[in-house]
């Protein structure tokens, strides 16, 4: 009997020991796992990591399970840094429900976003996605048609405007030429006409002179 009281004693000394570091074992499982599960986390971004995007992108969202803590003094950060590490990011952070977003003006090439947000707890999460640039394609200028020009045509073939003053020369040498001649005929004729006219003068004299005799 004394045995059986004491195992009963020491069952009933022992139980609460038992419950309490069952509950405080539960209590720490609590407090490890409440913190966890209440933080916000990054669900998906506007460029997707890894995607390749067009030049002309004016922001960067990024949505979260739980809408960022809003605010300067919050704390949240949007940076988007080219392949120099150059921020092409400006202005504030947006807050949109569960989505910040920030303007960007990006050059061509490869860019990192690193991001840091606030939960509605106050605890801060920050992570980095990236994504690239394509060249801004060129605009494509249609070709110029030009009408062609028509060469301009000559008053007068140079050649037949050469020779037409030589023809006008050679054309009025020749028409002195024939009026010296004539004149030379007619002279030489006038002379011909007064040395007949003097013989026959000169006949019929010697003639008349016998006819007397």
């Given at each position: 009997?004394?045995?059986?009281?004491?195992?009963?004693?020491?069952?009933?000394?022992?139980?609460?020991?038992?419950?309490?570091?069952?509950?405080?074992?539960?209590?720490?499982?609590?407090?490890?796992?409440?913190?966890?599960?209440?933080?916000a986390a990054l669900t998906?971004?506007?460029?997707?990591?890894?995607?390749?995007?067009?030049?002309?992108?004016?922001?960067?969202?990024?949505?979260?399970s739980e809408a960022p803590?809003?605010?300067?003094?919050?704390?949240?950060?949007?940076?988007?840094?080219?392949?120099?590490?150059?921020?092409?990011s400006s202005g504030a952070?947006?807050?949109?429900?569960?989505?910040?977003?920030?303007?960007?003006?990006?050059?061509?090439?490869?860019?990192?976003?690193?991001?840091?947000?606030?939960?509605?707890?106050?605890?801060?999460?920050?992570?980095?996605?990236?994504?690239?640039?394509?060249?801004?394609?060129?605009?494509?200028?249609?070709?110029?048609?030009?009408?062609?020009?028509?060469?301009?045509?000559?008053?007068?073939?140079?050649?037949?405007?050469?020779?037409?003053?030589?023809?006008?020369?050679?054309?009025?040498?020749?028409?002195?030429?024939?009026?010296?001649?004539?004149?030379?005929?007619?002279?030489?004729?006038?002379?011909?006409?007064?040395?007949?006219?003097?013989?026959?003068?000169?006949?019929?004299?010697?003639?008349?002179?016998?006819?007397?005799?």
């Amino acid at each position: 009997m004394h045995d059986h009281r004491d195992d009963q004693r020491r069952s009933r000394t022992a139980t609460p020991r038992v419950l309490f570091a069952v509950a405080l074992s539960a209590f720490l499982v609590l407090i490890g796992t409440t913190p966890a599960s209440a933080h916000a986390a990054l669900t998906s971004s506007d460029p997707a990591d890894g995607a390749t995007v067009a030049a002309d992108l004016e922001r960067v969202t990024l949505t979260f399970s739980e809408a960022p803590l809003a605010g300067l003094e919050a704390g949240l950060r949007i940076e988007v840094r080219d392949d120099d590490g150059v921020d092409e990011s400006s202005g504030a952070v947006a807050v949109e429900g569960t989505s910040m977003s920030k303007a960007v003006s990006l050059s061509p090439g490869p860019h990192t976003v690193v991001w840091r947000s606030v939960s509605p707890d106050g605890h801060p999460i920050e992570g980095q996605l990236a994504f690239t640039v394509e060249p801004a394609a060129s605009p494509t200028v249609p070709p110029t048609t030009t009408n062609p020009t028509a060469a301009p045509t000559p008053s007068a073939d140079p050649t037949a405007a050469a020779a037409a003053p030589n023809t006008g020369a050679g054309t009025h040498a020749h028409g002195h030429g024939h009026g010296g001649q004539a004149l030379l005929f007619g002279v030489l004729g006038l002379l011909a006409a007064v040395v007949i006219g003097a013989v026959v003068l000169r006949i019929r004299r010697g003639a008349d002179a016998r006819t007397e005799g």
